[in-house]
């Protein structure tokens, strides 16, 4: 079973950065157009960013210029940078497969203090 496990998130000041990481147990990467996601407290999961089976990346308005999406395929991981962070962007981060999700990980938290 295909497992997902995000990771590099913290405690971080109104601008600054992290460098989020998603790796698999498995060839999900390869064959999916993958996704990072986040849930803030009290709200509905959302999609941040999308990257595709052919790299093209993709962003929601709101975090456009500020984050990156990237993926290594040697290393079945999906990468998040974000820069510029904002107390907004305060949530649990989440990957998976845009068309066919698995079962969602664990998440990693990413704090913004104002």
């Known amino acids: 079973q295909v497992q997902l496990v995000e990771s590099g998130g913290g405690l971080v000041q109104n601008g600054g950065s992290l460098r989020l990481s998603c790796t698999a147990s498995?060839?999900?990467?390869?064959?999916?157009?993958m996704g990072w996601y986040r849930q803030a407290p009290g709200k509905q999961r959302e999609l941040v960013a999308f990257?595709?089976?052919?790299?093209?990346?993709n962003y929601v308005e709101s975090v456009k210029g500020r984050f990156t999406i990237s993926r290594d395929r040697a290393k079945n991981t999906v990468y998040l940078q974000m820069n510029n962070l904002k107390p907004e962007d305060t949530a649990v981060y989440y990957c998976?497969?845009?068309?066919?999700?698995?079962?969602w990980g664990q998440g990693t938290q990413v704090t913004v203090s104002s």
């Open positions: 498995g060839s999900i990467f390869s064959t999916n157009t």
């Open positions: 990257i595709t089976r052919g790299g093209g990346p």
């Open positions: 998976n497969a845009l068309q066919s999700p698995i079962a």
